[in-house]
């Protein structure tokens, strides 16, 4: 890997106000407070708002951002929205930003990696910063699952959460955020998760064809569980570094049960990772920003330290980002 160039300077997130518990989901279909958090870690998740779409989210996360840092976004050169539940097929989420604050001079792209949507996205901002194409690049991270969620189906509903996250990357010369990265994709289990879109076919199997997210959870389990663990070991390796010297791992927050297997397996402590499941769910796109910002609110994210990012999902993608946290403390 390149020796980078590109430095995170700004983080926001957002998330819709109203709150989904297990205690209302147990009004919607048979299941329990007990039970969901047994086997999942989750207590509550956000839903956005009737008439409040990802592009809605994003707007606010990217205002919460620019609040917080004081930073100016009118000389943006690219907007990057990794998300699976865009307003539109066309015109892209990023193009809506771009419209919102009038951005005169930025390209504008959606990108589509579901849960490892906002790694990828770091991962193209830093090549094209590192490589001379652009200077600053806005990385959003963004959804609204539950527009796409069915309430009827208790092996879902109690999953999927919405909300919306940003990073702001910038060119310097001195000092990098990014050290190194591990991508891939097992495209064979594309049909453990899936939303048909034109084709209700996939590999050959015909899919369920009814709108919502459809996932085979056993079998995602088993894939993230056998294949993160190798996926942080290669990243270290890249970087010559050992565990001891991580401050933070982020996964995905796609279950508190696959975390805990996943830290097990790959002997990083539980106590080392940040996660957002237990109050937002699986944001899909949204859940690493959402997991930084928990440890930017309680202090135990700062400036300087090691941060092993790793989405993982749909596709079925992978995305392993390792990275030295550049955004300033704020007072």
């Given at each position: 890997m390149l020796n980078s160039k590109a430095k995170l300077t700004a983080f926001g997130t957002y998330v819709p106000e109203r709150i989904l518990t297990n205690a209302d989901l147990e009004k919607l279909v048979d299941t329990s407070d007990e039970w969901i958090v047994q086997r999942t870690g989750m207590r509550e998740r956000r839903i956005a708002a009737e008439d409040q779409y990802v592009s809605?989210?994003?707007?606010?996360?990217?205002?919460?951002?620019?609040?917080?840092?004081?930073?100016?976004?009118?000389?943006?050169?690219?907007?990057?929205?990794?998300?699976s539940t865009p307003d539109y097929y066309f015109p892209s989420t990023a193009s809506r930003i771009q419209a919102h604050f009038d951005i005169p001079n930025t390209?504008?792209?959606?990108?589509?990696?579901?849960?490892?949507?906002?790694?990828?996205?770091?991962?193209?901002?830093?090549?094209?910063?590192?490589?001379?194409?652009?200077?600053?690049?806005?990385?959003?991270?963004?959804?609204t699952l539950s527009k796409i969620t069915d309430y009827t189906d208790r092996t879902t509903c109690i999953l999927f959460g919405d909300?919306?996250?940003?990073?702001?990357?910038?060119?310097?010369?001195?000092?990098?955020?990014f050290l190194t990265s591990d991508i891939g994709t097992y495209g064979h289990g594309g049909a453990h998760l899936y939303r048909v879109g034109l084709s209700d076919h996939l590999n050959g199997e015909k899919l369920q064809d009814h709108g919502f997210i459809a996932q085979n959870g056993r079998e995602v389990y088993k894939w993230a569980v056998r294949s993160v663990p190798t996926g942080i070991e290669r990243l270290l390796d890249k970087a010559n570094m050992k565990k001891e010297d991580l401050d933070?791992?982020?996964?995905?927050?796609?279950?508190?049960?696959?975390?805990?297997?996943?830290?097990?397996?790959?002997?990083?402590?539980?106590?080392?990772?940040?996660?957002?499941?237990?109050?937002?769910?699986?944001?899909?796109?949204?859940s690493i920003p959402l997991a930084l910002q928990c440890g930017l609110d309680d202090g135990r994210l700062r400036y300087g330290q090691h941060v092993l990012l790793y989405g993982f999902g749909g596709g079925l993608t992978y995305a392993g980002l390792l990275l030295k946290w550049s955004v300033p403390d704020l007072k």
């Open positions: 809605d989210l994003c707007i606010q996360a990217i205002t919460r951002m620019i609040n917080l840092y004081d930073v100016n976004i009118n000389d943006v050169e690219m907007i990057i929205v990794a998300t390209g504008s792209m959606d990108i589509s990696a579901a849960c490892a949507g906002f790694s990828y996205g770091l991962h193209l901002a830093n090549g094209l910063i590192t490589g001379g194409l652009h200077r600053k690049v806005l990385v959003v991270g963004a959804e909300g919306a996250g940003v990073a702001l990357v910038e060119y310097d010369e001195d000092e990098g955020s933070w791992f982020v996964p995905h927050s796609a279950n508190l049960r696959m975390i805990e297997s996943i830290c097990e397996r790959s002997t990083v402590p539980l106590e080392k990772t940040l996660t957002s499941v237990e109050l937002y769910g699986n944001t899909s796109a949204a």
